[in-house]
């Protein structure tokens, strides 16, 4: 009987764990998601102040909005590429890893 309640009792241990295990996977998928989000829209927004820049002439002043942008850009692809591989997704990784590499001579180009 001893040797049933011990087994029952790791069964609900591990049980427990894994279930801990999912919702903390779960937090951290989010959590890269909004990371994605918010920085896509940031670094969208330092691309289009760039472009303004350059139009108006201040070439300064557009590169380093542009290297910001390239930094916000990597750092919003990285979170959606750990977000994806912590889903196990695949599909598209080769295209994400090709855009991230475009943020990067973005934000080296100047």
């Known amino acids: 009987m001893k040797q049933l309640l011990a087994f029952l009792f790791i069964l609900l241990i591990f049980g427990l764990n894994n279930q801990v295990a999912k919702a903390e996977g779960q937090e951290s998928f989010e959590i890269l998601m909004q990371e994605w989000n918010q920085k896509k829209e940031l670094a969208s ?13 201040d070439e300064l002043s557009g590169c380093v909005t542009q290297q910001k942008a390239g ?6 692809t ?3 590429i750990k977000a994806m591989k912590s889903k196990g ?20 180009f100047c």
Do not use: C, M, P, V
């Open 45 to 57: 927004q330092y691309l289009i102040e760039a472009e303004d820049a350059f139009k108006s002439g």
């Open 71 to 76: 930094i916000y850009g990597i750092e919003a």
């Open 78 to 80: 990285e979170s959606l």
């Open 89 to 108: 997704a695949t599909d598209g990784l080769e295209n994400l890893e090709a855009g991230l590499n475009k943020w990067k001579e973005l934000r080296d």
